[in-house]
RNA sequence: GCCACCUUAGCUCAGUCGGUAGAGCUACUGUUUUGUAAACAGUGGGUCGCCGGUUCGAGUCCGGCAGGUGGCUCCA
């Protein structure tokens, strides 16, 4: 006698167990027709035609682009359409895994031979009949045993299996996309839509490797990307969506905007260029004035260091597959990866006291880190590069302060980003199962980290488990402009780098005795080089006019006006501002088009009208046309826009050109 | 590092069946002196990523290597 609770309060009794689908008919015809699952107690996806056989609060799921469980649903089934597809077109292929996951879904497969790009066609074609079928899933249970049997020589789909069964599942499940035994089926838990139809906004996107359980010692599998919406509408904007991001990609406008490379011989490093260097040095010179107002004192550790000081630090055990080392004189040195071990020997020289914590120790610290080749992308993961990194020295007793301290303050910085309250993610991360320190230690730490989002009013996501083994840790994420998530800052509780068995860093403390302090690991842009390339991403390439390399160009109308255009780029320079003249023999239009394109934040035209008036013609980068200033007031406009580091409206919008 | 794919002028890209390399933009030179998104003409520019092989002949086919791209793994 289930008693079905509708998302808007409604009661509807049953006399016996209920489908989904039944539900839904009794709400009205057309839902019905709509559903494609139903969701039980704001957490389980079941099928239409499942029976519900308890009281439960019910949602009917339609497919609609902006329901997060409905695009679950349709990519889960997508993967098996994809996986009849790919099975029907390259026979003897062996399936593994295909869930959905964000922006679409994936299957894992053993194909008999490797699949590219030119393939996607065919594949998509095949799903396209399978959708025009219009082929029920239809789901049936095996008992544990006929299920297993059911898998019989097929490595990848037992493994699952046995899998389930040792999680608890009492049954095993196949989906047919049509009739079982007939028609296609694969081993899967569900739940999936009615029917193959619905499925008709769907793309394979690409292909990869990957390895059986992610595990590269396992079987190297292909990778089959692909993505489903409701319909074409959100298929369409997620396409565009993509193309949005190729336009602003990084490594495209680095070189368009001459703000670095990468070179073949030297992978991973950058070379900055005088444009992107003036960006990277305005975000050093920024970070350094806002610590600088927190307390903190700014450090700098060698490069090079022993190894015997990587050992004692447990980083020559722990970390030494991704170091550089060199050697002189039959010693081995390492380039240094991190900042923490340099720092504490700072901390070390001479005697501490309890009077000198929390000391915040700052450095824009240069680290290599010799990264899988695979790994590198760009500047945002790269073998060389700055964190603007800091240790915090403290008590125990002092945690709680220093963090919440350090969540104002990285709040504070990424809002002069544009990133508000709703666009920072933050990840708490707590005890993992091997650990060092007691739990109430553990208990007192995670507290703190807690309590300091609560008190920045930051929300945070729980990863119970997933903490250091030193201490657990906070990681925030910036949402940017495309709505893509990016890793920056984190705050790390560290009890181990000073313990006695490691580098043993000593204060006195009030009672005269000999203790080790904490360490807060901390980052707020994380490193310099990802931070730009971030940001180069967000903004377009239309940085705001504090971090624009080139702040205005001015434009001279003919050659008599060079002159003049000259004296006005000098003012601005003299102003602290980042000027240029385009003293090209091209028409305005041109000089025009290309200030735009080369993403410059202002240009000012000057003609003859404004060499009498000794004012220049503003516009912006964004077409809009700003009149006549005189140059004091020009000036003056610049300098007020570059205190108030004020970010254009439209960059959470669309791109231009 | 692993899997797949890619690598032709500074950039973006063409290059058919294996027959000695092409466009646009850029750069340079000249003419033009220009008023709010591209003036005109000319000239440069290439060991086709590198090494080897097959062939009378390789940008093109084969092998190896390097770098890059997308993933996996890792991560600031």
Avoid at 15 to 34: D, N, S
Avoid at 398 to 407: K, L, N, R
Wanted: aromatic share 8%.
């Amino acid at each position: 006698m289930p008693r079905i609770t509708l998302p808007d309060g409604k009661l509807l009794e049953f006399p016996q167990p209920v489908t989904g689908r039944q539900v839904a008919e009794a709400i009205g015809p057309g839902l019905a027709r709509k559903a494609i699952g139903v969701k039980l107690n704001g957490a389980e996806i079941r099928d239409l035609t499942r029976p519900i056989t308890e009281d439960a609060q019910l949602k009917i799921i339609t497919a609609n682009n902006d329901d997060p469980d409905a695009l679950w649903l349709l990519r889960h089934s997508c993967a098996h359409l994809l996986a009849e597809a790919v099975c029907e077109l390259f026979p003897g292929t062996k399936l593994a895994y295909g869930p959905p996951v964000d922006d679409g879904f994936f299957y894992d497969m053993k194909t008999p031979r490797p699949l590219t790009s030119d393939d996607f066609a065919t594949i998509e074609a095949k799903m396209a009949e399978i959708v025009k079928a219009n082929r029920p899933f239809t789901r049936v249970d095996y008992s544990c045993e006929t299920g297993l049997a059911r898998t019989d020589g097929d490595k990848f789909k037992r493994d699952n299996a046995e899998r389930a069964i040792a999680k608890g599942a009492t049954t095993i499940s196949f989906y047919s996309t049509g009739t079982p035994g007939e028609h296609w089926e694969d081993l899967c838990a569900g739940p999936h839509v009615p029917a193959t139809g619905v499925l008709a906004a769907n793309k394979v996107m690409s292909v990869a490797g990957a390895y059986w359980h992610g595990d590269q010692a396992s079987d190297q599998l292909t990778r089959i990307y692909g993505t489903c919406f409701a319909d074409d509408k959100g298929l369409k904007a997620h396409l565009h969506r993509l193309e949005e991001a190729k336009k602003r990609d990084h490594r495209k406008l680095g070189r368009e905007m001459d703000l670095f490379h990468l070179q073949e011989d030297n992978p991973g490093q950058v070379f900055w260029h005088p444009k992107g260097w003036a960006i990277y040095r305005e975000l050093e010179d920024y970070v350094r004035g806002k610590i600088r107002d927190r307390g903190y004192v700014e450090v700098k550790t060698p490069s090079v260091m022993s190894k015997a000081l990587w050992e004692r630090s447990g980083h020559w055990a722990k970390y030494r597959d991704n170091m550089f080392t060199t050697s002189s004189e039959e010693r081995e040195f390492a380039l240094k990866p991190m900042n923490c071990p340099g720092h504490i020997e700072i901390f070390k020289q001479g005697l501490r006291s309890y009077r000198d914590l929390p000391l915040r120790m700052a450095e824009f610290g240069s680290c290599c880190r010799n990264e899988l080749s695979g790994a590198l992308h760009g500047i945002m993961r790269v073998r060389g590069f700055v964190q603007d990194d800091a240790h915090i020295f403290c008590t125990e007793a002092q945690i709680p302060d220093e963090v919440a301290d350090f969540c104002t303050l990285l709040k504070d910085v990424y809002r002069d980003f544009g990133f508000g309250d709703d666009r920072i993610l933050v990840k708490f991360s707590t005890r993992p199962a091997v650990r060092v320190g007691s739990d109430e230690t553990w208990d007192r730490a995670e507290a703190a980290l807690a309590g300091a989002c609560k008190l920045a009013g930051l929300a945070y996501t729980l990863h119970a488990g997933e903490g250091a083994f030193y201490g657990p840790k906070l990681e925030f994420t910036l949402l940017d402009s495309l709505g893509r998530h990016w890793q920056c800052g984190t705050i790390q509780v560290d009890y181990q780098l000073p313990s006695a068995e490691r580098l043993d860093a000593q204060y006195v403390g009030d009672d005269g005795q000999k203790h080790h302090p904490v360490i807060l690991h901390r980052a707020i842009l994380g490193s310099l080089e990802r931070f730009i390339g971030i940001l180069t991403e967000h903004f377009a390439g239309k940085f705001p006019l504090w971090l624009a390399p080139e702040q205005i160009r001015v434009l001279p109308i003919t050659d008599e006006h060079v002159a003049y255009a000259r004296e006005v780029a000098k003012r601005i320079h003299d102003a602290d501002l980042r000027s240029t003249v385009d003293a090209n023999s091209e028409k305005l239009g041109a000089k025009i088009r290309l200030a735009r394109t080369d993403r410059v934040s202002y240009f000012a035209v000057v003609g003859a009208q404004e060499v009498a008036d000794r004012t220049v013609s503003l516009q912006n980068q964004a077409g809009e046309k700003l009149g006549s200033l005189a140059i004091e007031a020009l000036i003056e406009r610049l300098r007020e826009e570059v205190a108030d580091k004020r970010i254009a409206p439209a960059v959470a919008g669309a791109v231009g050109g």
